[in-house]
């Protein structure tokens, strides 16, 4: 085999395993499957590891990817990545201050009330405003595993004071706040909590 033939390959072979985004490289060998069984409820965060405002732009901007009633996007963010902001957010999780504590970054997922499952200003079916809270965690699901395909790790937290919230992040009264999602780079492999069997959650006819 001569020298070009093997440089020729060996390009292939580079172009088969990374794609490139503007200056970005991105690797390309990790599988869907990997990302889904990697991804876990992370509650303990490594502090030196610290999240671009770029970056958490480009997760972002992955999760308007997701699908929405008559593309209606009704989803928002807000995002803690300054000290202050975190500190404060911080206060206003619950039990899980301690656990994201080291976390750089926390994001605040709400969405539009009056949008999603709804016809010219007319509730479509009894599900009303409950596609909303359903199209927002369409969304927030994109962005959790595209933070996992980045290499970060997340939590989605219930536990949150919205009416804090919302001052800290001038929410208007049209959205509902839904969670707090912490995001940064675990300090510890997580266990994978069980599974129930593929049968007891799905049937067949």
């Known amino acids: 085999m001569t020298k070009k033939v ?21 690797a390309s060998s990790t599988s869907f499957d990997e990302v889904l069984t990697s991804r876990r ?6 502090a030196s590891k610290k999240i671009s405002e770029a970056e958490v ?4 901007t992955a999760t308007q990817e997701a699908p929405s009633w008559a593309n209606q996007q009704p989803t928002k963010y807000y995002v803690a990545i300054s000290e202050e902001k975190l500190a404060a957010v911080q206060d206003m999780v619950g039990g899980n201050k301690d656990r994201i504590k080291d976390a750089p970054v926390l994001i605040v997922s709400t969405f539009e009330r009056g949008k999603s499952g ?62 707090v999602i912490s995001l940064g780079y675990r300090a510890e492999e997580p266990n994978r909590p069980e599974r129930k069997p593929l049968d007891e959650i799905v049937k067949f006819y």
Do not use: H
């Open 6 to 26: 093997l440089f020729g390959a060996a390009i292939a072979v580079l172009t088969l395993t990374s794609c490139y985004n503007g200056n970005q490289q991105v």
């Open 57 to 60: 732009r480009e997760l972002i």
């Open 118 to 179: 709804f016809f010219q200003g007319n509730q479509t079916n009894e599900v009303g405003d409950g596609w909303g809270a359903y199209d927002n965690g369409l969304s927030n699901c994109y962005l959790i595993l595209k933070a996992r395909a980045m290499g970060f790790d997340t939590l989605i937290m219930g536990m949150r004071e919205a009416d804090k919230l919302r001052e800290l992040f001038a929410i208007p009264e049209s959205e509902t706040i839904m969670a």
């Open 41 to 46: 409820s992370v509650r303990n965060y490594d």
